[in-house]
């Protein structure tokens, strides 16, 4: 048995120890992890995927997970509840199971195909935050990440997520597909991960061979770069952060690997 302490705030912040569960899970010989939420005072809109993510991994690979010290806050989250009844799960469910509007974020599970009403719900939901730049962007956003899971993963289910945390408006989504790095080195040629991450938004760079592509990251960096926000990139061994307020990159090998991509987005309000 395995006993992992989550971190104090579950979202897009550092992932070593979220990727090192993805880690054990497949690799558990005694097929059991402990979960401890002792320290997890908040759960990021971010956050709600990538457990998402957690529960598809843990029930492909049989893997039971115990939720120990779970606070009764966190309990109503449809998600969670699936969390802490995991071991009723002998094949995945629908990725729908999990999806949820409360008050500060929404989550949605998608199939194999593009999501067209999320966008809806989010400027319904978060109408009120948002200006009509802003929600404009965020679709825009939104679109070209959905459109590259869909397209580009082929991973069978995705999540997209959004919502507020403190002065901040939040928007991704996350696949447990063929990875970044995996689709570009069939056409290009990289010494790392970290090189193809930072690769992959650059005008023109595409896995498709019969037409350009390529613009769309692009264009997501140009968006973002117009709010001042923040976009975080994880796809197998790397990572890359771009904060467009401080012009800042941040760059690196991840300690766990990730066999997805996820993709977050961040804006000041």
Known sequence: MTR?????AIGDGRLDTLLRVFSEIRVSTTKRIDLD?????EILPAGYAILACLFDAAVEHSCRLENVFLKKRFHKIPLIQNLMNISQFKSLPRPGIHDSRVDDFILSGGETSLNMNFMDQVEAKFGNLLSEDLAFSCRLIFNELMQNSVDHSTAERYYAYAGSWKTEFHIGVLDMGITIPAKLEQKYSCANDVEYLMLCPEVGISTRRQRLGGLGLSHTLDLLKGHQG????????????????????????????????????RFPL
């Open 4 to 8: 992992i302490l989550l971190p104090s």
């Open 37 to 41: 939420w002792t320290r997890v005072t």
């Open 230 to 265: 923040r976009l975080i990139m994880v796809s197998r061994d790397a990572q890359m952060r771009r904060y467009f307020k401080r012009r800042h990159i941040v760059r690196g090998r991840l300690k766990h690997r990730l066999n997805g991509t996820w993709c977050f987005t």
